[in-house]
């Protein structure tokens, strides 16, 4: 009987030259931003109502470059986002509390007589224009006038809504806009050039956004530009606390 015997011989592997090595970074600010709106959209469950995260980002790069200038009021965690991009009869106001991560309202709200007819495609901040204007503004005191209760806008976007004083554009309450205005013409009324809404969340919406909280249009108007818009001033981002919505940067 012949006896074959087989031998295998085993090499052992060298671990430190085939395997990979692992180093995780820090996110950068920029990256730390994108979470933060991510967690913000997701939690508020702001997509279920028809806003756009590009949107929601804009205006919330906006709103902590504003915060960063001290213009805001000290415990102002709330910012609104009209989005003009959708029609009159969809509802295109949201209300944020972005300490709690809240949507606090989401509602109609109406443009001017001279931006569109369900749609806006128009902007100007002409006075007389009767067109809506884009961009950051401050939404400060309340004052009686001939539509009631009202509450002023200041903008802030150089030539583009600065005017909105001396035009008298404000947010007020108005009866045509309302679900019955949309189902009698297909769209709501329009105003002189306010984002006005309805009379029955005027007292809300003023009483949520005033003394100084950062109100954002967004429309389609390729020639819009903003230096709250700035994306190098979120250097310095670092993830806003509980407490104070700490927020450093430069424009």
Partial sequence: MILFISVIGWAPVNATKNSVTSVKTAPTAK????????????????QETGLDVSVFQKALTGYFNIKSTNKLAQNSNVITVVDFTKASSVKRMWIIDLLNDKLLLNTWVAHGQGSGNDMA???????????????????????FGKHGRSLRLDGLDEGFNTSARARGIVVHAAEYVSQATIAQMGRLGRSFGCPAVSPLVVDQVINTIKGKSVFFINGNNPSYNSKYLNDSALANFTMPDSAGMSYSAKL
């Fill in 31 to 46: 990256e730390l931003f994108a979470q933060y709106v991510n967690t913000v959209y997701q939690t508020a469950r702001l």
């Fill in 121 to 143: 495609t128009n902007f100007s901040d002409t006075n007389e224009s009767h067109q809506s204007s884009l961009g950051f503004y401050l939404a400060d005191d309340i004052y």
